[in-house]
């Protein structure tokens, strides 16, 4: 399958992928694959939210892991210098 034709095929039920496919799809709102991917990540992320995969605990677990992360990134970047 050729880049140019797997918009035509994408799918996805992580949380992350379907957020960057929208931001990726707002750099090119009237191209014809950034509307498919568009309407595609918004119909995938309502079902979660129906599905309640949402929760606020989630958001907060997360957002900690990422800082935890980064955190422990950056520490091992400064004591390498």
Known sequence: MSRQS???TYHSSDP???GEALWL???APT?????AV???SLAALEA???AGAFT???ARRDTSSC??????ASHSCNSRA
Do not use: S
């Open 6 to 8: 797997k918009w035509r």
């Open 16 to 18: 992350l992928d379907l």
């Open 25 to 27: 799809a707002l750099w």
């Open 31 to 35: 191209e014809q694959w950034a509307q």
């Open 38 to 40: 568009t309407q595609r």
């Open 48 to 50: 979660l939210w129906q």
């Open 56 to 58: 606020q605990l989630d």
């Open 67 to 72: 800082l935890k992360d980064c955190r422990a």
